[in-house]
């Protein structure tokens, strides 16, 4: 992957100029962004990617298991939790303009990337779902429905370039 830092910064940057563009866009952009970073970009000590992501599976599964919660993650409610828990990183963001808006608390900042992630992780191993395929696959769909050369420098949705 060819992943060059000012890639997230200029996006960001394009997001953030244009005043009519939704924040909660610029959320999913940034958990979206973050994802790709985690998943393709960071190394864990010496494991790869793919058996840190089992050992994060795996604990997420027994602190749910030890806790008699699995009758209650059923598909609906997952993806209800992980809605929920993306309003409250929302909240971060909240009435914040400008340079305020990088400003959030790091420590709530993790949090809640903490327990978004964590919900969107269980959804994908309850449904069997390979979340670097199912990303890999996302960046494809992306790349055809907004061409650089149609979207570069615009928060425009794909229907609308």
Not at 78 to 105: P, R, T, Y
Not at 120 to 142: R, T, V, Y
């Amino acid at each position: 992957m060819n992943y060059k830092s000012s890639d997230e910064d200029t996006l960001r940057s394009a997001l953030l100029q244009n005043s009519n563009f939704p924040v909660s866009h610029l959320l999913f952009t940034n958990i979206y962004l973050f994802c790709v970073w985690v998943i393709f970009i960071t190394p864990f000590d010496n494991k790869t990617n793919m058996e840190r992501y089992k050992e994060i599976i795996q604990q997420l599964i027994q602190f749910r298991n030890e806790r008699d919660w699995e009758q209650f993650h059923d598909s609906k409610n997952l993806a209800l939790a992980l809605s929920i828990e993306a309003a409250e990183l929302n909240e971060l963001f909240l009435w914040k303009k400008g340079e305020e808006v990088e400003k959030v608390d790091p420590d709530k900042l993790r949090e809640e990337l903490a327990d978004v992630l964590a919900y969107a992780f269980l959804l994908a191993e309850k449904h069997k779902l390979n979340i670097f395929d199912i990303l890999q696959e996302k960046i494809k769909k992306n790349n055809a429905k907004y061409p650089v050369h149609k979207a570069k420098g615009t928060a425009k949705k794909y229907n609308e370039l």
